[in-house]
């Protein structure tokens, strides 16, 4: 490999800005040209750009700054939003929020495209200075971009990351998928359960006469209905909010030590481990209160209220923010998985979540409304049925979920080997040869 050089990103690239036709005409709107804005960017699951929620016509393009795209063109998000980078899968236009990225020749695309994401704290730092969030095209040009030489170079590195790019996707996919089967199953079991036979009851239509009407629904006539404190445990608090936010601070984060629960860290039905803070040990034993204990579940009372974890006996120890709160059951009453499941998938008790927050600007749940709510509570023998009967597809989408976070790390690292320069790549002889590794 021969030495990389570090061009300005306008030596490799015409850069242009988007533009906005006016909205007061028309014939100028739903055309057949697609017209980007941020919020398709934000919406996009994939790094291309195809269809958009507007269109503008002929009339609509010439009328404005906007310019037709060709398919290839990188699209920068230069307002508010900055940074962000998606690849134009046809022709297209964008609004003024863009600068918009056109290679030239010696400048491969792609390879051009995951330099740019990997640049994205830079574009960052350039807007930061300005009062309105917002970088234009001289700071955008003078980025320098580390280049190799040749194309053949650049294209061998951008295949290699499109390859993991494309493993991203369909782990994404089947993440995705594995959360519909879990949530009709669990839609299925919260309706009907799993009688002693180990089956599914037949349905209230099928056997009217197997269920009972209560104040959330019709259930089965097994099934019992109340708050959490039917099901709290002889001397411990059955809801336990967080510590005040002053109580965890920036000078008590360390590199490592007892594990913090930030609202950020609360997954889907798991810990993200990479959101994960630390503090001391002797600190933590000042928040005391504070640490979980297996089988406890842990509850978002912000933002997404309702988001849910069940506490692993490797977890156990763990500190919980003030955000979040504990929810402690006697476990011969009520199985944690079984109220984590209830808390995610249950239609009647999320509707209940969302009727009883306060909102004032966004979602706020205390112990006063999680304990006003109606929780339906089959026998825990029936409880354990339901729970061993998702196990299979927790199981699998715990599986898909690490894949995942070992995708995602190893696609940060190869950007920074691959796109400084650090490590060289080979390939196969053959020019048609797809198979390229470090």
């Not at 003024?96 to 730092?125: C, H, M, T, W």
């Not at 295949?159 to 494309?166: A, E, P, S, Y």
């Not at 359960?193 to 019709?218: F, H, K, V």
């Not at 944690?336 to 306060?358: A, E, G």
């Amino acid at each position: 490999m021969g030495e990389w050089s570090k061009p300005l990103l306008e030596e490799l690239a015409d850069i242009s800005s988007g533009g906005t036709p006016s909205r007061t005409n028309a014939s100028f709107w739903g055309g057949d040209i697609p017209w980007v804005t941020p919020s398709d960017i934000t919406a996009s699951d994939t790094n291309y750009i195809f269809d958009t929620s507007d269109t503008i016509t002929e009339q609509g393009l010439a009328s404005s700054s906007a310019k037709l795209l060709p398919t290839g063109a990188l699209l920068l998000t230069s307002r508010a939003t900055i940074g962000e980078v998606r690849i134009a899968a046809r022709p297209l236009a964008t609004n003024q929020g863009f600068k918009n990225i056109v290679p030239k020749i010696g400048a491969d695309g792609l390879f051009l495209f995951y330099q740019l994401s990997r640049l994205k704290g830079r574009f960052e730092r350039y807007a930061a200075g300005s009062t309105f969030l917002e970088i234009n095209r001289k700071d955008i040009g003078r980025i320098a971009v580390p280049l190799p030489d040749g194309e053949n170079e650049q294209r061998r590195i951008a295949r290699i990351l499109q390859t993991i790019d494309r493993a991203i996707e369909k782990t994404e996919a089947l993440i995705d998928k594995y959360h519909q089967i879990k949530a009709g199953l669990m839609h299925d079991l919260f309706t009907r359960g799993i009688g002693p036979d180990g089956q599914l009851r037949p349905s209230s239509e099928q056997a009217p006469g197997l269920y009972q009407e209560t104040p959330i629904g019709w259930m089965p006539k097994e099934w019992g209905f109340g708050p959490l404190r039917n099901k709290s445990q002889a001397g411990v608090p059955h809801i336990k909010t967080g510590p005040f936010g002053s109580s965890l601070k920036g000078e008590h984060w360390q590199q490592d030590g007892v594990p913090v629960i930030t609202i950020g860290a609360l997954g889907e039905g798991e810990f993200i481990p990479e959101e994960l803070l630390f503090i001391s040990e002797s600190y933590a034993n000042l928040l005391k209160e504070y640490r979980l204990a297996p089988g406890e579940v842990v509850f978002s009372r912000v933002a997404d209220v309702g988001r849910s974890v069940v506490v692993e006996p490797d977890q156990n120890g763990w500190v919980m923010s003030s955000n979040l709160m504990r929810i402690h059951l006697a476990q011969e009453k009520a199985n944690p998985k079984f109220l984590q499941n209830l808390l995610s998938f249950d239609s009647r008790v999320r509707k209940q979540i969302r009727c009883k927050v306060n909102s004032s600007g966004r979602d706020v749940a205390n112990g006063q409304i999680l304990n006003s709510i109606c929780f339906p509570w089959p026998p825990i023998e029936e409880q354990e049925r339901m729970v061993e009967r998702a196990f299979s597809v927790d199981r699998r989408l715990a599986n898909e979920r690490e894949l995942m976070r070992v995708l995602v790390k190893q696609k940060s690292g190869l950007m920074h080997d691959l796109l400084t320069g650090k490590v060289a790549v080979q390939v196969e002889p053959d020019a048609e040869s797809e198979t390229a590794h470090v």
